[in-house]
């Protein structure tokens, strides 16, 4: 009940499309869903993050879609660049445990 | 604004042997995680730490601990060490409400 599906696992994407990267949870006490994006040699960095209440959250070209019922949610990645290419790993978060449980993550490669 | 700074990046041990990985928070920071990550099992929570006290735990053996000193500044200490020990460690800081983290670049341990 504590995981965090991720997929795809991997994805290509031509410059300028929509890369789609989808996360499903169980635990419904999660309220907390971070996006962070991962270079080689690096640390993750927070991309944008939403909370259940809220259904879509956009910053930039990155928009975070929330489905509450399904226990899903999704990052759209608009405009995609080959400077996205990169890892992004998906969280959730139960209130009050300080711990962030990651999903799998998603190898992204964009094609100029 | 400094990020957070992990030291040192490098670090390859003997078995048996045990080590310290340094983490220095971001200036105001009062949380502190620390986190594993390995191409097997991702990213997976270690221990989180705030004004000196653990607050959460995760599932690893005791040979794994960690603490935090009055000025935030966090270590985790990993003895008797085992090559299936080998893994970057991420520390990553956040004001306290257990969101928001930013990671540092972490401490890439290999264990021959």
């Known amino acids: 009940q504590q995981q965090v599906k991720q997929s795809p696992q991997s994805l290509i994407v031509q410059k300028g499309g929509i890369s789609i990267i989808n996360c499903a949870y169980e635990?419904?006490?999660?309220?907390?869903f971070p996006w962070y994006q991962q270079f080689p040699g690096k640390g993750p960095a927070l991309l944008i993050a939403i909370r259940p209440d809220v259904s879509e959250k956009k910053e930039g070209r990155f928009t975070i879609s929330f489905n509450k019922s399904a226990k899903q949610f999704s990052l759209h990645i608009m405009d995609s660049q080959p400077g996205d290419s990169a890892t992004y790993f998906c969280a959730a978060s139960n209130p009050g445990t300080y711990k962030y449980i990651f999903g799998t993550g998603t190898r992204l490669k964009v094609l100029a | 604004k400094a990020g957070v700074t992990q030291t040192p990046r490098y670090l390859i041990k003997t078995r048996g042997q045990q080590v310290t990985l340094s983490c220095s928070p971001i200036s105001g920071h009062r949380s502190v995680s620390w986190y594993q990550q390995t191409p097997g099992q991702g990213l997976q929570f270690l221990f989180e730490?705030?004004?000196?006290?653990?607050?959460n735990k995760g599932n690893f053996p005791g040979r794994f601990s960690g603490r935090q000193f009055s000025n935030s500044r966090s270590e985790m200490n990993v003895s008797t060490l085992e090559l299936g020990d080998s893994a970057l460690y991420l520390c990553?800081?956040?004001?306290?409400?257990?969101?928001?983290?930013?990671f540092g670049s972490g401490t890439r341990l290999t264990v021959v």
């Open positions: 635990n419904t006490a999660f309220d907390y």
């Open positions: 730490y705030f004004s000196e006290t653990q607050r």
């Open positions: 990553a800081s956040s004001w306290d409400r257990g969101e928001g983290y930013t």
